[in-house]
């Protein structure tokens, strides 16, 4: 992982939890109201790739681009301190997820930009397998319906990490696609 430096933001795109009305998003306000965070507007992904719901309402950004579809969400610009407070929810070290570069366009009508960014992936170790488990049916935007099967923290079994509901997920039996 690259060092993090305080004084340089990184664009970060984000399109779970983290979404303005969504479980997490807590997290940017307190980013936001530091001066560490700024939001930039709703944006897509220029390229596709596949967005799923994983256990316990959790929604994973899959690292296999030309798959999925073009991923709705918002755009920000982070500081150091505060890209630090993101990788730590997003379990970066832990194996939980991967902060990667991506391309992503403006969702408005007439002129589109198109920035770099950086967005949270599902670790390599089973995000290809996390699409399989999902019939390679992925979703366009992690929607309200899905945020309402989102399991906090807080209220997870206090013995599993994710890592280990997620191998419990994949070896289950019974297919679930994300819609």
């Known amino acids: 992982m690259s060092t993090i430096s305080t004084n340089q933001t990184t664009k970060i795109f984000v399109y ?41 309402g959790i929604p994973f950004l899959i690292n296999i681009p030309g798959s999925g579809h073009r ?15 993101l990788d730590e929810l997003e379990g970066i070290s ?24 950086e967005g949270y992936f599902g670790h390599r170790s089973f995000g290809e ?3 399989n488990k999902n019939g390679k049916v992925g979703m366009e935007e992690y ?6 099967k ?4 807080k209220d997870r079994d206090v013995g599993l990490n994710l890592k280990d509901y997620i191998l419990e997920y994949l070896q289950s039996h019974d297919h679930q696609p994300s819609n």
């Open 129 to 131: 397998e996390l699409w």
């Open 94 to 117: 832990r194996g939980h997820y991967e902060r990667l570069p991506m391309e992503v366009v403006t969702d408005e009508e007439g002129d589109p930009r198109v920035t770099g960014a």
């Open 150 to 153: 989102y399991v906090r923290v």
């Open 16 to 56: 779970g939890t983290l979404k303005r009305g969504f479980p997490n998003h807590h997290l940017l306000e307190e980013l936001t109201s530091s001066n560490d965070a700024v939001f930039l507007g709703c944006y897509k992904t220029l390229n596709l790739y596949p967005l799923v719901c994983g256990p316990l």
């Open 71 to 85: 991923v709705i969400g918002e755009l920000y610009s982070v500081s150091g301190p505060g890209l630090a407070r």
């Open 143 to 148: 929607l309200d319906k899905l945020g309402e």
